[in-house]
């Protein structure tokens, strides 16, 4: 049986990917700072503790898996990246985590080690044009990300890249674009658009209004998460190093966001547009890479992740839950 190890396991896209690799017939263990929110994990081995530790990382590294995936992040959304209040907790936690965990792997000899960076790689002045944003995998240098988040993730993808030609450790690297799905944070303060626009749709009475960050004209593609998984483990088992973009290419402003969650949900409703923190004015993922070198894309509409997402959503709001 082969193994897989899910760093991050905890997490949104983390314990969705120990499902997927438990359908897949893995022996899989995961790894966080505390246990799945919303369900228990489909690992057959749990284990809670920080890897910032690099001893406690290495022994959570204890074989040379199969498969490592690096999923474990200081991260959340635009509420929590782009106040700057968590700026030395995102670069310090997540920076101390990819150190440990590359070299645990390179002492091991995993098979083949992924790590997910993201979209907030990319220059902020390739990203001023809500209609035509630049996200292509080559134009991430000269580099000037709009977020510390963003300067962690170039850094990391560095290190690993590094490991790759010093050491011959097998890195597949990925840059995720706001991935959104059931079982992922929706109202701690870490949670993405989709699912903030989810919970204050499903908050609102037929005929209120909600509030959206800025004018609303800011513009972004969302990829749900089986598509995510798909892309993931098709990179991870290439031959391609990458960085490679793992995004949807249907760019959607927030404006039309929320008219299309309230449509699901049935409901009219008025936007109150406020002040708060927004990113870039157009991030679009560019697939041409990945279409290339993996012959694979995401092409599901936005639409149909959203019902998904906005049912589950619902659901706990409904029931009075609170986000973890």
Not at 260 to 285: C, D, E, F, T, Y
């Amino acid at each position: 049986m082969k193994k897989a190890l899910v760093l991050g396991a905890g997490g949104f896209i983390g314990g969705h990917l120990v499902e997927r690799l438990k359908r897949e017939g893995f022996w899989v263990r995961g790894v966080d700072l505390a246990r799945p929110s919303y369900e228990a994990s489909a690992a057959d081995d749990f284990v809670v503790a920080d890897l910032r530790d690099p001893g406690v990382c290495g022994s959570v590294v204890d074989a040379p898996f199969d498969e490592v995936y690096q999923l474990a992040a200081d991260m959340g959304g635009a509420g929590y990246i782009f106040t700057g209040r968590n700026d030395a907790d995102i670069l310090h936690n997540s920076a101390v985590v990819n150190l440990n965990v590359v070299e645990a792997c390179h002492r091991r000899g995993v098979g083949r080690l992924f790590y997910s960076s993201s979209a907030c790689v990319y220059p902020q002045e390739n990203q001023t044009d809500t209609a035509n944003p630049l996200c292509r995998e080559d134009t991430a240098y000269p580099a000037n990300p709009d977020s510390d988040y963003g300067w962690e993730k170039l850094f990391s993808e560095r290190l690993y890249l590094a490991y790759a030609r010093n050491h011959g450790v097998p890195v597949r690297i990925a840059r995720y674009h706001n991935i959104f799905g059931p079982l992922g944070a929706w109202d701690n303060g870490r949670e993405k658009a989709p699912a903030a626009i989810c919970r204050k749709v499903a908050q609102a009475e037929d005929g209120g209004e909600i509030e959206i960050w800025g004018d609303g004209q800011q513009t972004r593609t969302f990829l749900y998460i089986d598509e995510c998984l798909e892309g993931t483990l098709r990179l991870a088992r290439s031959d391609v190093t990458g960085p490679v973009n793992i995004g949807s290419e249907e760019m959607v402003s927030i404006n039309d966001l929320v008219d299309l969650v309230a449509g699901i949900a049935g409901k009219r409703l008025r936007k109150r547009h406020v002040p708060g923190p927004q990113g870039v004015r157009g991030r679009r993922s560019d697939n041409t890479l990945i279409r290339r070198e993996l012959g694979w894309a995401p092409e599901r509409p936005l639409r149909h992740g959203l019902e998904r997402t906005y049912r589950w959503i619902a659901e706990q709001v409904a029931a009075g839950r609170k986000d973890a």
